[in-house]
């Protein structure tokens, strides 16, 4: 029942730069509220990646970068490495349904 | 450094009631300012917030799961737990509890998870 719609894959080589978009609604993303970006290794639990659109926690290197515009916003990874590859889920609060919702989850492959 | 750690059983029957707790270590979460959630993942699916109780004991879940899910704490024990009634095939996933300080609405500190499968 996820309410942010993310592209179910994105790729690319060692070195290139890839984004992902998040696309929201009127009552999470577009209402004002704050997205965060998670990374999910294979077989680990969900790590915060991104959080309040834009900053980082401070151990996530600065390949990483997010953007909120209207009624959505994307996570940017530069500088692709072969660790990256991983599942990413954008994250928002709903004021329709009162509560966290996440995105649908992109798998990123490095080529 | 807080920790978190699901515990309950891995096997529930259908129509039965899930269970789980989440024991906390390196803080207590009286702590002001936070809210403890559980949040789940089908298998090969993607992430589902399911509710959360704040420090106050306040709670709020998700409209969907509303009608069976209680969430819980006890603070003497540093733990906070999930009760999901009426369980299917559908409540099949990884359960994983993570906090979220109220002035941030993410995520930051997460569980390893516990499998639970709904299965007779």
């Known amino acids: 029942q996820s309410v942010l719609t993310q592209p179910p894959s994105v790729s690319g080589a060692p070195g290139q730069r890839v984004t992902i978009s998040c696309a929201g609604s009127?009552?999470?993303?577009?209402?004002?509220?704050?997205v965060h970006w998670y990374q999910q290794l294979p077989d680990t639990a969900p790590r915060l990646l991104i959080f309040?659109?834009?900053y980082r926690p401070s151990r996530v290197p600065d390949r990483f970068s997010g953007s909120k515009s209207g009624t959505s916003a994307s996570l940017a990874i530069t500088g692709l490495q072969a660790e990256d590859e991983a599942d990413y889920y954008c994250?928002?609060?709903?004021?329709?349904?009162?509560?966290?919702?996440f995105g649908t989850g992109t798998k990123v492959t490095v080529l | 450094q807080m920790q978190f750690q699901e515990s309950g059983p891995g096997l529930v029957k259908p129509s039965q009631t899930l269970s789980l707790t989440c024991a906390v270590s390196?803080?207590?979460?009286?702590?002001?300012?936070?809210?403890w959630s559980w949040i789940r993942q089908n298998p090969g699916k993607g992430l589902e917030w399911i509710g959360h109780?704040?420090?106050?004991?306040?709670?709020s879940y998700s409209p969907s799961l509303k009608s069976r899910v209680s969430i819980s704490q006890d603070t003497t024990k540093n733990q906070f737990s999930l009760r999901l009634s009426s369980v299917t095939a559908a409540d099949t996933g990884v359960y994983y509890c993570?906090?979220?300080?109220?002035?941030?609405?993410?995520?930051?500190?997460w569980g390893q998870g516990t499998l639970v499968t709904v299965s007779s």
């Open positions: 309040d659109n834009i």
């Open positions: 390196g803080d207590s979460i009286n702590t002001g300012g936070f809210s």
């Open positions: 993570a906090r979220s300080p109220l002035v941030l609405l993410a995520f930051d500190i």
């Open positions: 009127s009552s999470n993303i577009g209402a004002g509220y704050d």
């Open positions: 109780i704040n420090y106050l004991g306040a709670t």
């Open positions: 994250q928002s609060y709903d004021n329709s349904l009162s509560g966290s919702v």
